[in-house]
Structures are given as C-alpha cells and as structure tokens.
C-alpha cells in the first residue's frame, strides 16, 4: 500500500499479527517529556546524571511496539530501547517464563558459571547460543555486556598471538614475574587492535579505544596505541555511484592492508561492524568484507565481527555478516542488545591453555540465558526474519520516494536497520524531538543520521504511522 493511501483506511482498525492488544496508533497526552516524567527525572537527578534521558518509561504499560511514558503518552517505539529489545514489550513468551520453576531458581540462585554451572547450563545454551551460532563456531563464552563482549575478544586475540610467539610452551619465570609489575615480555607492549574511524565497539578501557565514534565517550580517558584505518564513506545512491564506492573501498583495503604490515606494534586482530551504528549507519559491500577477511588471513590477524548491535535478525538475517558469503566463519563474533545477553563466539584453536584466563565471577547470566532461548523460539515460531525483509523493504522503498519531497537523503539499509541524513546535526535533532511530540519515539546516531531501530515485531501498517508522522513534521517545519 503506498504511504498517500493510508489516510482512506481507519488506522484503529488495523491489528497486529503478532499484539493483537497492543494500541493501534499513538497517544500524545502531553508534551514530551510531561510533568511526571520531569517531575521523576528532577528526583533522579540526586543520584544520577538524567541529562540524556528522553522520558521516564511506564514498561509496565507497554505493549509490542509501543512504549508508554509516565504521563500516559503511548508511542509507537522505532528506538526500541537502542537496538535491544526483539520482540516487543511484554510479549507473552517472555512474560511465561517467569512461571518457570527453572526460570524462578535461576532469579533466586545466580550461579558463579565458572566454578558452578547450573544442571541446566548445558541445555541453555544449546537452545540459546548454539542454536543459532554462526556458521563454522562451536565455542562460546558468555559475560555481561557488549562492552564487556569485546574486551574478552581483544584479550584473547593477545593469548592467541602472545601463544605463537612462544611457540605454545608454557609460561616462563620472567614473564610471570614481569606481568606482575606492568611489564613486558609477560605484559605485552607490541601488539595492537585495529579498528576503524567512525567504529563503536565499547566504553571500557580496550574497547573504548577501538571506538572512535563521538569525541566526548573518549576524551580525557587514557588510551593504547592502536591504529585505526578510514572506514569507507559510500555515496548513495549506490546504483549511481558504483565506481566511485568501489575505488573508496579499494582505498580503505589498501590502508588497512598497510597498517597491518608497517604497523608500530603488531597487530593481533582486526575489529569491525558490519553496519557501523553508533558512527552514523555507514555501510559497505559483501565483497569490502571478505577483501577484508582476506587481508587479515594473509597477514596472520584475528578478525572479529561485532554484531552487538546488528546481530539477531534486524537486517533480515540472524547475523548481518551472512549476507557477505565469507568463505570461511569469523575468527570470533561478538553480541549483545537484542539477545537479551552478551557474550562472543570463537573458534576453538581460540581456547586458552589454562583456566582462569577467560573468567569472571558470573560468566553471563542463567536468567538472560533463557531469555535468549525464548527469542530464538519467538523468531522461528512466528517467522522474524521474513518479516523484517518485506517490512524493511516497504519501509526503504518509501523512505526513498520521500527524498524528493522531503529534506531526507542517503536512505540506506538493510532489512528494518534503516538510516537517513538530515542536512545538519541541529535539524536532525530538532527533527527527533518533534518526532517524539507527534508520537514516534526515535533515535540519532553519527552527526546527522536518523537511524530506525524497530522491533523484530514491527509491521507495515507501524511502518506507515512512522512515514506518516515523519510527513507531518517536516510539512510543520517547511
């Protein structure tokens, strides 16, 4: 149905396949934030920093794809808590799992992983974590956050590489002794991760220097010296500009390729997003990824793909990194957001030698665990990933149409995780903010970006109460 149609049908008639009771368009009681959410936000502010919350949630009252604030306003939610709620709020899967007897022990009893798996660990992550793995991986290790995911990875890219430059023998004095005091041989002070302009990996200390997405997460947070090579900047639209992305990716391969072999400090491993999210929605070919695959097998470097934010089906396959056809799987893929946990995939040749090197004191988390499974079961059961293809495909074709009418440029996308441009970083942020007057609660990212992050849930009929509020706010501000 094209978008100039939805007007001749009652939008209250429309339900969802999936929330046959969630609200059928948004409620605005108030101005967004109203008098409560501020009123609570005033009070939290005594304990905490407040400054970039939008409004305080009602989650209690949310349904599917709508999200309800404390002041009664019901939006329609393409923000979706930053990319990590799946399938909707309150959904009944999720809600049943707290009848659960092992579900109930889990919450009472969390379990140290390490030194005392649950009797139903096993089972967990079988239904979870390897019931979806990427091609090829058959290990994974669970811990807290995304954060929390690539710092694990980088420090085992270190073990991996600091192995083969001893040969895999044991540990000697000096380096046991050394490692103590911060020093080398045992504390390495040669090798790097490499990672790319624009990249959002994490706010801890390795992974915060991986990102280089906003100036004001890194400033004044002491860093290592890693390199970072230019992330190719595609122009659009693509069936336009084929020679033109291909010569800037050529140039991004051919500065990656250089910084491995001239690097300062060897590189261990190479990280990359297969949609660059925090840093704007940057994008690259199929073909950018497995040159880049290439490059690292060549030179003897890691490669790891972060799918904290892309993985679990918003782009229409489990793992965005499926769509490049890589010849061989990722050396290691990291995840978190819309899987209800967090944690890294990894080959097995990856394994420490001794125990304790990978650890901490929960290893993931037996309730997140079983969370993850009933997502699993939610994609497959109501078939997800067919329909973030067609409603990602409804959403981009008339997002495209929209740029001759509307200051929107660059659609880009794939499946629902979807981004355009607006002309500057100060329209775009007056763009979100009216978006949340009319409604819609919706997000930024780089320094002009408007990025959709929809629920695996979302509809075409949300898809044109979205396009249909964006109409109405730029024709308020022409």
């Not at 980088?154 to 000697?172: E, I, L, P, S, V």
């Not at 020093?183 to 990249?199: C, N, R, V, Y």
């Not at 059961?381 to 409804?394: E, I, M």
Request: proline letters at 6%.
């Amino acid at each position: 149905m094209a978008v100039n149609h939805i007007r001749a049908r009652t939008l209250a008639s429309v339900k969802s396949s999936f929330f046959p009771d969630e609200p059928t368009k948004p409620v605005v009681k108030t101005a967004i934030p109203g008098p409560k959410s501020k009123e609570l936000l005033t009070k939290l502010d005594q304990y905490q920093d407040t400054r970039t919350a939008f409004f305080v949630a009602d989650f209690a009252n949310s349904k599917g794809n709508y999200i309800t604030d404390a002041d009664g306003n019901v939006l329609l939610d393409v923000f979706a808590q930053i990319a990590s709620i799946p399938v909707g709020y309150n959904n009944p899967a999720f809600l049943s799992l707290s009848q659960n007897q092992a579900f109930q022990t889990a919450l009472a009893n969390r379990a140290a992983l390490g030194v005392n798996p649950n009797v139903d660990w096993v089972d967990s992550l079988e239904k979870a974590f390897m019931a979806v793995a990427p091609k090829g991986m058959t290990n994974v290790f669970t811990v807290m956050c995304g954060s929390c995911a690539n710092e694990n990875a980088f420090k085992t890219a270190f073990m991996y590489k600091a192995a083969q430059r001893r040969g895999q023998r044991d540990f000697n004095p000096e380096e046991l002794n050394s490692c103590m005091r911060n020093q080398a041989p045992g504390s390495p002070d040669d090798m790097s991760i490499l990672s790319f302009t624009q990249a959002f990996h994490g706010r801890l200390f390795g992974s915060l220097t991986a990102t280089a997405s906003k100036a004001i997460h890194k400033v004044d947070i002491p860093a290592f010296d890693w390199p970072k090579a230019p992330f190719p900047q595609l122009k659009y639209p693509l069936n336009e500009n084929v020679e033109y992305n291909k010569q800037v990716e050529k140039e991004s391969l051919d500065q990656v390729e250089d910084l491995i072999v001239n690097a300062k400090k060897p590189v261990a491993a190479v990280i990359v997003e297969p949609v660059q999210s925090e840093g704007g929605d940057n994008h690259a070919s199929p073909e950018y990824f497995r040159k880049l695959q290439a490059i690292c097998q060549k030179n003897d470097v890691l490669f790891i793909v972060d799918e904290v934010q892309t993985g679990v089906g918003a782009t229409g396959t489990f793992w965005a990194h499926e769509a490049w056809n890589l010849p061989s799987s990722p050396d290691m893929v990291t995840f978190s957001k819309k899987f209800q946990a967090a944690g890294f995939y990894l080959s097995p040749k990856l394994r420490p030698s001794h125990p304790y090197r990978l650890y901490n004191t929960w290893m993931g988390d037996p309730v997140r665990a079983m969370q993850a499974a009933a997502i699993v079961n939610e994609i497959k059961d109501k078939n997800l990933l067919d329909n973030v293809k067609d409603v990602g495909q409804y959403l981009q074709d008339n997002l495209a149409k929209m740029q001759s009418t509307t200051p929107i440029k660059n659609v880009r996308g794939q499946g629902t995780f979807i981004a355009f441009d607006l002309p500057d970083g100060a329209k775009r942020d007056k763009f979100l903010v009216d978006m949340r007057q009319r409604g819609v609660n919706i997000g930024g990212s780089g320094d002009r970006t408007v990025r959709l992050r929809p629920m695996l849930t979302f509809q075409r009929h949300h898809a044109d109460i979205l396009l249909d509020t964006m109409k109405d706010t730029f024709a308020a501000t022409a």
